[in-house]
């Protein structure tokens, strides 16, 4: 007669099984701010999977299981650390000036000083630099960073000059003259010289008193 079987022992709450709901945040924030870290210090080619699940402390298969790839890794991270940067303008929004043009340089001057912060610099560099081998990279940072940024701003537009009774007639062209004249500033300036807070905060002033002189072809 053959001994009865003995029952399989239960696991351990917490040992075994599906992280809470707690735990897979935590371990998804981990993974997001390693790879954030690896991909400024060492660019996409550089950065492996492997390295990524190291850095953030846990296994690869657990990180497989969550991105399937290394570029929908990066596509995460961008997508979050974009979210962060327009947490962070945001605060600036408190407070708004009920005026137009003084809402304008309120704006601009928040996104100046935003182009300036190291870790987008480093993030637009990176998709500067893989541009030409993954195109996607640059469509989406497009799409999640400077397209937000221009819809922003053109319906600002919209609502400023609708309320002053004379709608612009091109309010996206509009905003994309004064977004793109504080880009190229702070591109061509930022490698070569520290930028003062005075100084960005002028330039910011100077770009929307420059567009509203020309209102009349808005």
Do not use: C
Request: glycine content about 6%; cysteine-free; hydrophobic content about 40%.
């Amino acid at each position: 007669m053959k001994p009865p079987r003995k029952s399989p022992a239960r696991p351990r709450s917490g040992r075994i099984g599906r992280p809470t709901l707690d735990q897979a945040n935590l371990i998804e924030t981990e993974i997001l701010s390693a790879a954030t870290l690896l991909f400024r210090a060492r660019g996409y080619d550089a950065t492996s999977m492997e390295a990524v699940a190291s850095a953030a402390g846990i296994s690869k298969r657990t990180l497989y299981l969550r991105y399937r790839s290394k570029e929908a890794l990066i596509k995460a991270v961008i997508e979050d650390r974009v979210a962060h940067w327009a947490k962070t303008a945001s605060r600036n929004d408190v407070g708004l000036s009920d005026d137009f043009k003084t809402r304008m340089v309120q704006h601009a001057r928040t996104l100046a000083h935003a182009l300036g912060d190291k870790e987008i610099r480093d993030f637009s560099r990176l998709i500067d630099q893989t541009s030409t081998i993954f195109p996607d990279f640059a469509k989406f940072f497009y799409n999640v960073g400077y397209r937000y940024e221009l819809d922003f701003l053109a319906a600002e537009i919209r609502r400023g000059t609708a309320n002053a009774g004379i709608p612009a007639k091109n309010p996206e062209r509009v905003a994309q003259l004064l977004l793109n004249m504080i880009m190229g500033w702070r591109n061509s300036e930022d490698p070569v010289r520290e930028l003062s807070a005075a100084e960005v905060d002028d330039f910011a002033e100077y770009a929307v008193e420059l567009l509203f002189s020309g209102q009349s072809a808005w």
